[in-house]
């Protein structure tokens, strides 16, 4: 069953604008952490999504389903699908609003069966900002930006400083992903 009649976002909201140091339309991400199960380059059975940002502005990432992402034979695994969309969707709230955040909800609705060797194009956008809270939703779909939709999902992200990774995470890993970051010159808020 769709939620498309549940209100979105569920609170009032105020226009989500992005940074001003934000990537430009056109831009590619990278890898935001070499170690991220979602995009990163040295997790050879992650889901290796590749990111850019768009007009609207919108960051669309693409999702190459392998033989490593199955649930049913020949088909992708819904809970990889939402892992792809949480990704998807915190990379659009990451770098269009340059703050840390995590995810604190994410729901999805599978639509369509996505097969392995599809690619999956998920444009995911900001629909709005109440505080620390940002609520972005995505659409997935098969082979081609104009392809017909597999799966939605929608989230909320939780803006954090940069004790929530400290704290909780691992420290030294931080530092030297704050490190790059800085060589790279990107410029992040991180004071909720
Ligand atoms: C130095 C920087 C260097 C560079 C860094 C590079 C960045 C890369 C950029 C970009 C790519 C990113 C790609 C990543 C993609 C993947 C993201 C993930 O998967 S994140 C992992 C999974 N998520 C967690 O582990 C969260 C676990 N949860 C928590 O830690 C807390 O619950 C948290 C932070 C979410 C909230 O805790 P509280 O104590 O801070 O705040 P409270 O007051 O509880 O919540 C704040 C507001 O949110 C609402 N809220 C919280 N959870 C909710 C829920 N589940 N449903 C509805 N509302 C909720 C609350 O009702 C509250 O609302 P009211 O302000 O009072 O109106």
Redesign the pocket.
């Known amino acids: 069953m769709s939620n498309a009649g549940q209100s979105w976002p569920p609170v009032e909201t105020e226009p989500a604008v992005p940074h001003p140091k934000a990537p430009q339309p056109g831009s590619k991400l990278g890898v935001?952490?070499s170690h991220?199960f979602?995009c990163g380059d040295e997790v050879e059975v992650g889901l290796h999504l590749q990111s850019s940002v768009t007009d609207g502005p919108e960051v669309v990432s693409e999702f190459a389903v392998t033989e490593a992402h199955q649930g049913a034979p020949g088909l992708a695994h819904g809970g990889l699908l939402a892992c792809a969309f949480?990704?998807a969707l915190?990379?659009a709230v990451?770098?269009l609003l340059r703050k840390?955040a995590?995810?604190?909800?994410l729901e999805t609705d599978f639509v369509r069966p996505v097969p392995v060797g599809s690619t999956l194009f998920i444009t995911a956008r900001l629909d709005g900002v109440?505080?620390?809270?940002t609520y972005a939703s995505a659409d997935g779909r098969l082979d081609a930006g104009d392809g017909p939709v597999a799966v939605r999902a929608r989230g909320?992200f939780?803006t954090?400083g940069?004790e929530?990774f400290t704290t909780h995470g691992d420290k030294d890993a931080l530092e030297k992903?704050?490190a790059s970051?800085r060589r790279r010159r990107e410029e992040?808020d991180?004071n909720p």
């Open positions: 935001h952490y991220c979602g949480d990704e915190g990379a990451g770098n840390p995590v995810t604190a909800k109440a505080g620390r809270k909320l939780v954090v940069v929530h992903l704050a970051a992040w991180i």
